[in-house]
């Protein structure tokens, strides 16, 4: 696990060196659970979401803004 801050952006970034991806299945279609999480976070943080292959294994990464939303002011 990566986290970190890179060019204005905050940064999460999960690797494994597992499987990687079913080529059979389009992951798109129907995410899992945790996708859809991640999913549903990197959009209310106006950031993004992506997963790619990294041989052996997945990486999973979540980006956004290092702005802070107005949620965080006290």
């Known amino acids: 696990m990566i986290c970190g801050q ?25 995410p899992g659970f945790g996708t859809q999480q991640a999913q549903n976070l990197a959009k209310q943080l106006g950031g993004k979401f992506e997963r790619f292959s990294n041989s052996p294994g997945v990486v999973c990464q979540l980006t956004w803004s290092v702005k802070k939303f107005w949620f965080w002011r006290f």
């Open 6 to 30: 890179k060019h204005g952006e905050n940064i999460i970034r999960v690797v494994d060196n597992g499987s990687g991806f079913i080529l059979t299945s389009d992951l798109s279609s129907s």
